[in-house]
């Protein structure tokens, strides 16, 4: 390694140092801040930011970085050295592209938004945020301006998330899914129901939480590098690769809440925690993209977690820890019940089947925000009309409605939500693939064992971090590019048997 590209390295450790710090100040604004934190800790971020900012876009590092690409091109495109100076023109490039004064002024706003939004959800107070929200959009379509030309305004805020991703694809995609999921929820919604009361008893908190981490655990979330701390709004972070952690949100009357978004937040913690130490605060220590991110947590908490081999080895552990509400109800009852299929309206408490048809319901109204063919006034009007239409139910109040999600209290409008479903269809694909290469997998998840499975997914997916894209990891690993056949086949065959299609 020449000097040239060990001041590069040096650089972007001092850029991810700041960018970990914006994340912890993060966590704990959403952990155990007391709210009279909320003026101060928005400032904090905002100039946080600021600095990142500006680091990312010193005309020093654009310099080194030009240096540094003839040696990284001599020693390969495979080689560290190429995917590392890739990645860092990618964040370079685009950070130059937004003024500086837009970067603290965003932060600013969000840090008031989203401070506002965690009293307007609870009141279900949508004209105390509307206005801001109004401005977001602005903002947004504003940002979206720094990278112009573009085909549709929200390319820019997709490809933010989903690098190489563009509107028209993923309204294709979501097309194409939409008429498959809107016939199956019709089938399952007809047929006899699922019977969940068992799971809405009082299950003590801590034993549920005690339960979950102990389940992430087996899954390979290593907790000498982890935590697990309780959140309203369940996500993971990471602050380096020997720091990353997860929160979760506990319900005494309803066994599911936190048992699965734990399971979910490990998925994205393993991913996170396999990721090759080479790569340790430079800009290839992260996820490929949104998308992949979350057909990890999707992939730990559905096909793994929801399934009928995982509870065949687990179940008795469950009920030995539950005896009281769990020790009468059989095998079968209980898995039916935590995949009961329901007409509902929040997005992160939906079932697999109908969770898709939420997805594809925020990723349209993004679109329209971002268009101007959708005024942020009508957004809750608009909300139920679409609700009663596409997931067959609308929201009595807008705390279940338009205020229900983080994202465009926090962030962008655009570009927030097709990674959940992307990230969905995802998870079914790489999940056959691992089965191709090792069909005793359900057999080693029945006997409660995760390895065959951790290890090939971090040999194909983890281990590789940001070097490689969302489509060079699919490829990869499966041979084809992203494809929905997986995963609709993954919900008919596993619905069709509980419901009896
Ligand atoms: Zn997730």
């Known amino acids: 390694m020449d000097a040239d590209f060990e001041d590069l390295v040096a650089r972007l450790a001092e850029i991810d140092d700041v960018q970990s710090s914006v994340a912890l100040l993060g966590w704990d604004q959403a952990t155990y801040m007391p709210t009279g934190g909320a003026a101060a800790r928005g400032r904090q971020l905002a100039t946080l930011e600021q600095i990142a900012h500006a680091r990312q876009t010193d005309p020093a590092l654009a310099r080194l970085l030009d240096r540094a690409q003839p040696a990284a091109a001599r020693e390969g495109e495979g080689s560290f050295a190429a995917r590392l100076v890739r990645a860092a023109r990618r964040d370079v490039e685009r950070a130059t592209k937004v003024p500086a004064a837009f970067v ?3 932060a600013a706003h969000n840090a008031t938004l989203y401070e506002r939004w965690t009293h307007a959800r609870p009141a279900s107070d949508f004209a105390a945020v ?9 903002l947004s379509r504003e940002y979206a301006g720094f990278f112009a030309p573009y085909d549709h305004v929200a390319d820019p805020l997709i490809d933010l998330t989903d690098p190489g991703v563009r509107a028209a694809d993923v309204r294709a995609v979501f097309t194409a899914l939409r008429a498959e999921l809107v016939p199956l929820v019709e089938a399952i919604t007809s047929a006899a129901q699922v019977d969940d009361r068992c799971l809405r008893q009082h299950f003590p908190e801590e034993e549920q939480l005690a339960f979950g981490l102990a389940i992430a655990a087996r899954f390979g979330y290593d907790l000498a590098r982890g935590r697990q701390d309780r959140t309203p709004h369940p996500f993971m972070t990471k602050f380096s690769l020997g ?6 949100r506990v319900r005494a009357d309803y066994l599911s809440e936190a048992l699965f978004s734990t399971l979910h937040e490990a998925g994205h913690a393993l991913y996170e925690q396999h990721i090759d130490p080479r790569y340790e605060a430079t800009p290839l220590a992260q996820g490929s993209s949104m998308g992949v991110h979350e057909s990890q947590s999707r992939l730990w908490e559905n096909l793994v977690g929801r399934s009928l081999p995982f509870w065949r080895g687990q179940y008795p552990a469950l009920q030995a820890a539950f005896p009281a509400q769990l020790g009468a109800v059989p095998l079968d009852a209980f898995y039916r019940a935590i995949n009961r299929v329901e007409r509902s309206t929040v997005r992160t408490a939906a079932d697999e089947v109908t969770y898709g048809l939420h997805v594809i319901m925020r990723f349209d109204f993004e679109l329209e925000l971002l268009e101007g063919k959708l005024a942020v006034a009508d957004l809750p009007e608009a909300w139920r009309e679409r609700a009663r239409r596409d997931l067959g ?19 962008h409008v655009g570009g927030a939500f097709q990674s959940y479903a992307l990230g969905n269809l995802m998870s079914a694909q790489f999940f056959e693939a ?3 290469a090792h069909p005793e997998i ?35 690993a499966t041979g084809k590019p992203l494809e929905a056949a997986p995963y609709l086949r993954y919900l008919r065959t596993k619905y069709g048997e509980i419901y009896g299609l």
């Open 442 to 476: 359900p057999q080693e998840i029945e006997a409660g064992r995760f390895d065959t499975l951790r290890s090939w997914l971090a040999a194909n997916i983890y281990v590789h971090g940001r070097a490689r894209t969302p489509d060079e990891l699919v490829r990869g």
């Open 104 to 106: 603290g002024a965003f």
């Open 130 to 138: 509307a206005p801001l929200l109004a401005r977001s959009v602005e």
């Open 243 to 248: 720091d990353v952690r997860i929160t979760t």
């Open 434 to 436: 691992a089965l191709r």
């Open 393 to 411: 139910v609308a929201p009595e109040t807008d705390r279940d409605g338009c205020l229900q999600d983080v994202h465009w209290f926090g962030g």
